[in-house]
């Protein structure tokens, strides 16, 4: 039983990063109905931002608590990355919005080559481990062990996936958005800035994935190459719940993390990737909305 | 259409100016220069292997060559060398052999990890090129696959997995007292996969049973699925002869989720790399490997302090083991008195003893050197002697 609740508590934290990925190529997906193939290193270079606040915070002089360190690296981490996104979109996306679609995807594929490898040039390949924000400590209940990473990232993901579904089912802006992904020639006529909130959605997708980010590294080490697999993952999370869907999204990333964790206990290691990709095929054949993707769903 | 027409006048200029380059540099007489192959780990998973190969190559290199060059049948060339980066793949690493093999290089040392050693020794051997692996510990790659011969083209500096599987489960049994040992290894990689199953063999064989035998792929960085088996098991000691750039991870990992067994690895750990990474959490940990820099000889000890000046850090066993392999090359070299491939590799394999800064290497008649390993201790973070293990 112990060891049953062990397992799913990885899957769970695991699951959170994915699903926050997942959020953006979904988001995406909704209002523009392309892929977003640079997302993956978005979300790296978002954990790239934590760890050098991070150490120039915890080494500067001001000596700030756990708290507002985890806080001021999360800001910058969250700021910088929906920037980044921002700026992706204008210069790279944007231009090609009455292009054939193929060709905002191969677009996307290359920035997201350009920023492993001038990631790789310019900071170096050396993994690198996220400085200890906040104090690592361990609970114990019972035969069950969550350290305090684990911890953080189960609640602040599910925090912030219940602000994301807020935005864009309470506020104006997100009825905007959904407004778009609606339908993006009869919104403008509406009155709403179509530019302004396709951007927004990138830098809200990245935001999301910077979060992520900060929880991931955290945990784990971070490469110029780690968006590649991650962001592979999300997508497979995206798709199974259903690409356009933010709940689905949300539940998928959920599943992946179940595939990560419980692949290796039932079947060899090496089977995980397998096992994720199969899921996306399975998918794909029966049932290419996904759990919750439905012609007429909410999408955004 | 205009412009179409010059772009292509424009290629096929260019196109001509490099052919005739090239033809006029085939033409030109061979200046006094051998050049020496590396093949490296420069980026993917262990750029800090990479690094330290590049290292002690360019360090081995500059020495011959402030000595005016190695002296070949009575005339002295410079050496040169050429890098290519083989980003820890082993079809890259194949690539690089053969590009370097059309380079027309002498000898090619490198590649280090294994599983980059194993495809590029293919390839070395079938164009009977020259190779020595500074790090590769695997079997396999100084064995030919399809004969399970020794190859003919194929060495190394390092000892082999064979060996330091038994030095790791002597120290496991006899100084670690483990009952309950616990191995986690990558089953995607040809050097932790050799390793893990010879001190699961050497366990079980003094009639210890290995309670939890966990593996993962190459690149996993969540290892909770693994680790959680393993403390089920109530395993008293794991064994990790994963590389340095994984291990703090699993190191971490497994602490966080409450494993409070002895922990330790083999030679894949020994870069100060790892002590980055891990901090204080890999601190009193064991790991077997090539050499210490506090008990060095003193040919060792004028190898640190040349390194230490020329990069300002302490060499790892990879730097120490390309030094040494640059050394081997270099005796080949000047024992096989002309500048041929053929020759190099005779002179290579007639070496029986070397005395390099990782100690002396004993060959037996292949390319796989007999020599002792040190057990390391991770202390204060720094790397400390704790014993030698004869072969």
Redesign the interface.
């Known amino acids: 039983m112990g060891?049953a609740v062990?397992?799913l508590l990885?899957a769970l934290?695991?699951g959170s990063v994915y699903a926050l990925i997942a959020l953006g190529y979904t988001m995406v997906y909704g209002i523009l109905t392309m892929i977003n193939f640079a997302h993956g290193d978005i979300f790296m270079v978002s954990t790239y931002i934590a760890f050098f606040v991070g150490v120039a915070l915890l080494g500067s002089a001001l000596h700030l608590g756990a708290v507002p360190v985890f806080l001021a690296t999360m800001l910058a981490a969250v700021l910088g990355t929906a920037t980044l996104a921002a700026v992706i979109e204008r210069v790279a996306y944007k231009p090609l919005r009455q292009a054939p679609r193929v060709s905002a995807v191969i677009t996307a594929l290359g920035v997201g080559l350009f920023l492993e490898n001038f990631t790789?040039a310019t900071i170096?390949?050396?993994?690198?481990?996220l400085p200890p924000l906040v104090p690592?400590g361990?609970i114990?209940l019972g035969g069950v062990?969550i350290?305090t990473?684990?911890a953080q990232t189960i609640v602040l993901s599910a925090l912030v996936m219940l602000l994301l579904d807020t935005i864009v089912r309470r506020t104006m802006t997100g009825m905007a958005m959904r407004a778009v992904s609606w339908d993006k020639f009869t919104a403008p006529l509406m009155g709403v800035p179509v530019d302004r909130i396709i951007t927004l959605t990138f830098a809200l997708g990245a935001s999301i994935a910077a979060v992520g980010g900060v929880l991931y590294g955290m945990a784990?080490?971070i490469d110029p190459y780690?968006g590649i697999?991650i962001g592979w993952w999300a997508f497979i999370s995206a798709v199974v719940g259903g690409i356009g869907n933010i709940r689905g999204a949300m539940i998928g990333g959920y599943i992946l993390g179940a595939v990560?964790?419980?692949?290796?206990?039932l079947l060899?290691?090496?089977y995980?990737?397998f096992v994720a990709f199969s899921l996306l095929l399975v998918f794909l054949i029966f049932r290419p909305t996904g759990i919750l993707g439905r012609p007429v769903a909410m999408k955004v | 259409m205009r412009r179409r027409s010059l772009l292509v006048a424009a290629v096929v200029v260019v196109v001509a100016a490099v052919i005739v380059v090239l033809a006029v540099r085939s033409r030109a007489p061979t200046p006094a220069v051998i050049r020496i192959g590396l093949n490296a780990e420069l980026t993917g998973g262990i750029p800090v292997v990479g690094a330290s190969c590049k290292n002690g190559a360019e360090l081995a290199v500059e020495e011959v060559n402030a000595a005016g060059g190695l002296e070949v049948g009575g005339r002295k060339y410079r050496v040169e060398l050429l890098v290519e980066d083989n980003e820890d793949k082993a079809e890259s690493a194949a690539a690089a052999a053969h590009k370097l093999n059309t380079a027309g290089v002498l000898l090619m040392i490198g590649p280090n990890a294994s599983r980059n050693a194993i495809p590029a020794a293919e390839v070395a051997e079938s164009a009977k090129l020259p190779m020595i692996s500074p790090w590769s510990t695997a079997v396999k790659t100084t064995i030919d696959a399809a004969t399970g011969q020794p190859k003919k083209f194929v060495f190394r500096a390092a000892f082999i997995d064979d060996f330091q599987g038994v030095v790791a489960a002597k120290f496991a049994l006899q100084e670690l007292k483990t009952t309950r040992p616990a191995v986690l290894y990558d089953v995607a990689s040809e050097y932790n996969k050799g390793i893990a199953e010879v001190y699961k063999k050497t366990i079980e064989a003094a009639g210890v049973s290995v309670v939890a035998f966990e593996t993962y792929t190459t690149g996993d960085k969540d290892f909770s699925s693994q680790l959680t088996k393993i403390r089920a098991a109530g395993a008293d000691s794991l064994f990790l002869p994963n590389y340095y750039s994984e291990v703090p991870l699993q190191v971490q990992q497994a602490r966080r989720l409450g494993f409070t067994g002895v922990i330790f690895g083999s030679d894949s750990w020994g870069n100060l790399e790892l002590i980055t990474l891990c901090g204080k959490e890999c601190e009193g940990l064991y790991f077997t490997t090539h050499y210490a820099t506090d008990i060095a000889t003193p040919k060792a000890q004028a190898f640190i302090k040349a390194y230490e000046s020329k990069y300002g850090k302490t060499p790892d066993d990879v730097a120490a083991l390309t030094y040494d392999s640059f050394g081997l090359a270099f005796q080949a070299i000047r024992a096989a008195g002309r500048v041929d491939r053929q020759a190099v590799r005779d002179a290579l394999a007639g070496i029986t003893q070397y005395e390099g800064v990782t100690g002396v290497m004993q060959f037996k008649g292949t390319g796989d050197p007999v020599k002792s390993a040190v057990i390391i201790q991770i202390k204060e973070g720094k790397f400390r002697y704790h014993s030698t293990a004869q072969p």
């Not at chain 1, 990560?260 to 206990?265: A, D, R, V």
Request: no cysteine; hydrophobic share 35%; proline share 11%.
């Open positions: 060891l062990q397992y990885n934290q695991v790789l170096g390949p050396e993994p690198r481990f690592v361990r114990v062990v350290s990473v684990q784990y080490t780690m697999r990560e964790i419980f692949t290796p206990i060899p290691s090496t995980r990737d």
